[in-house]
């Protein structure tokens, strides 16, 4: 049942209340001025608050107005009871609270009102868990639960603001998985996407809080880095190959059979390629896939052998929503780790 606190200075008034409300199986907490309640907000979280107006030390329009400055409880409806009944009154009253009861009250009407502010709320409560839900969806991967492409390129653009602003450094790591097409191929779909959540869970054991990993489509991984410099960007994307490099994906049959793990960079199968970005003035971001992307360092890993670690860093863009500044051919990335020397396959 409905948790109600009822605020009201007068004693008499504040017990006729509490039973009317418990008669009808609420629960029912109580406060004698705006500080008490106020802690008790803080403590309990009640589903409705009946506020009465004319109280000493805080008026109940200052309770409202201190309640709707918090986000925690901006939310929790309030209907205030009291004595002023002036239509400046109700006015000021309805620009804080869902409704207004004017003392003397019938119960059966502050009853209903209860009933129709419990009913808002509740309504208000499932369309924010509807819009959280949506706003989830629209940035989620929903096969291995990191943010998507969509977010990834907000979320980079934010960060490229920040490091302009703050002159903070910035890394972006991008990976591919090598030789994924076989697993596939080989194991079905469903054993692909399993690597593909393996691999997701490789990245979220590896990142930070303030990191953003996303799977940014097929078997191509992103990972934006706020604060770090080259050799860190090298160190993460290093413990993320060694560490699936290592890896190994269960593998059942159709009769739910266990069968030797799938090891995606064993036979000569590397487990993924790292392009890794550096820039400290950027304020237009570089997304992967375009000219200053990840194809250069990406390609140039794959042709080296796969299953390595090779950096490029980005030369200075200018302003956001500009073309970016001029600039020489890309250098030959410098590959920071080659452990293999395979022959070039498919990616």
Same mark, same amino acid.
């Given at each position: 049942?409905?948790?109600?606190?009822?605020?009201?200075?007068?004693?008499?008034?504040?017990?006729?209340?509490?039973?009317?409300?418990?008669?009808?199986?609420?629960?029912?907490?109580?406060?004698?001025?705006?500080?008490?309640?106020?802690?008790?907000?803080?403590?309990?979280?009640?589903?409705?608050?009946?506020?009465?107006?004319?109280?000493?030390?805080?008026?109940?329009?200052?309770?409202?107005?201190?309640?709707?400055?918090?986000?925690?409880?901006?939310?929790?409806?309030?209907?205030?009871?009291?004595?002023?009944?002036?239509?400046?009154?109700?006015?000021?009253?309805?620009?804080?609270?869902?409704?207004?009861?004017?003392?003397?009250?019938?119960?059966?009407?502050?009853?209903?009102?209860?009933?129709?502010?419990?009913?808002?709320?509740?309504?208000?409560?499932?369309?924010?868990?509807?819009?959280?839900?949506?706003?989830?969806? &629209?940035?989620? *991967?929903? !096969?291995? $639960?990191?943010?998507? +492409?969509?977010?990834?390129? #907000?979320? =980079?653009e934010n960060e490229m603001r920040r490091a302009q602003r703050f002159g903070n450094s910035l890394a972006v790591v991008v990976?591919?998985?090598?030789?994924?097409?076989?697993?596939?191929?080989?194991?079905?779909?469903?054993?692909?996407?399993?690597?593909?959540? &393996?691999?997701? *869970?490789? !990245?979220? $054991?590896?990142?930070? +809080?303030?990191?953003?990993? #996303?799977? =940014?489509?097929?078997?191509?991984?992103?990972?934006?880095?706020?604060?770090?410099?080259?050799?860190?960007?090298?160190?993460?994307?290093?413990?993320?190959?060694?560490?699936?490099?290592?890896?190994?994906?269960?593998?059942?049959?159709?009769?739910?059979?266990?069968?030797s793990p799938i090891r995606i960079t064993t036979s000569g199968r590397r487990c993924c390629d790292c392009g890794a970005f550096?820039?400290?003035?950027?304020?237009?971001?570089?997304?992967?896939?375009?000219?200053?992307?990840?194809?250069?360092?990406?390609?140039?890993?794959?042709?080296?052998?796969?299953?390595?670690?090779?950096?490029?860093?980005?030369?200075?863009?200018?302003?956001?929503?500009?073309?970016?500044?001029?600039?020489?051919?890309?250098?030959?990335?410098?590959?920071?780790?080659?452990?293999?020397?395979?022959?070039?396959?498919?990616?």
């Amino acid at each position: 049942m409905a948790l109600l606190l009822v605020v009201e200075d007068d004693p008499e008034i504040n017990s006729l209340m509490a039973l009317t409300l418990r008669v009808e199986d609420y629960d029912v907490i109580q406060a004698r001025d705006g500080e008490q309640a106020l802690q008790m907000v803080q403590d309990r979280a009640p589903d409705l608050i009946l506020l009465d107006v004319m109280m000493p030390r805080m008026s109940g329009y200052d309770v409202a107005r201190t309640l709707q400055d918090k986000p925690s409880t901006a939310h929790i409806p309030i209907i205030f009871v009291t004595a002023k009944s002036e239509m400046e009154d109700r006015v000021l009253g309805l620009e804080m609270a869902v409704d207004y009861v004017c003392k003397p009250f019938a119960a059966p009407e502050l009853l209903a009102r209860v009933r129709a502010a419990l009913r808002m709320r509740k309504l208000q409560d499932e369309l924010r868990v509807s819009n959280e839900q949506l706003s989830h969806l &629209a940035t989620t *991967d929903a !096969l291995t $639960g990191l943010y998507n +492409r969509r977010h990834f390129d #907000a979320q =980079l653009e934010n960060e490229m603001r920040r490091a302009q602003r703050f002159g903070n450094s910035l890394a972006v790591v991008v990976f591919d998985l090598d030789r994924f097409k076989t697993v596939n191929d080989t194991w079905g779909h469903a054993q692909g996407d399993a690597v593909l959540q &393996a691999f997701a *869970d490789v !990245l979220r $054991g590896q990142s930070r +809080r303030i990191d953003t990993v #996303a799977r =940014l489509g097929g078997e191509e991984f992103g990972a934006i880095l706020p604060a770090t410099e080259e050799s860190g960007a090298c160190a993460f994307a290093e413990k993320v190959r060694v560490t699936t490099e290592e890896m190994a994906v269960p593998r059942r049959t159709r009769e739910g059979a266990s069968e030797s793990p799938i090891r995606i960079t064993t036979s000569g199968r590397r487990c993924c390629d790292c392009g890794a970005f550096r820039c400290r003035t950027h304020a237009r971001a570089v997304r992967p896939g375009r000219r200053a992307g990840r194809r250069s360092p990406v390609i140039q890993a794959k042709t080296s052998g796969r299953n390595r670690v090779v950096a490029q860093t980005l030369l200075e863009t200018q302003v956001a929503g500009q073309t970016p500044a001029p600039h020489p051919q890309h250098p030959t990335p410098k590959v920071k780790d080659a452990r293999f020397d395979g022959s070039q396959h498919d990616s």
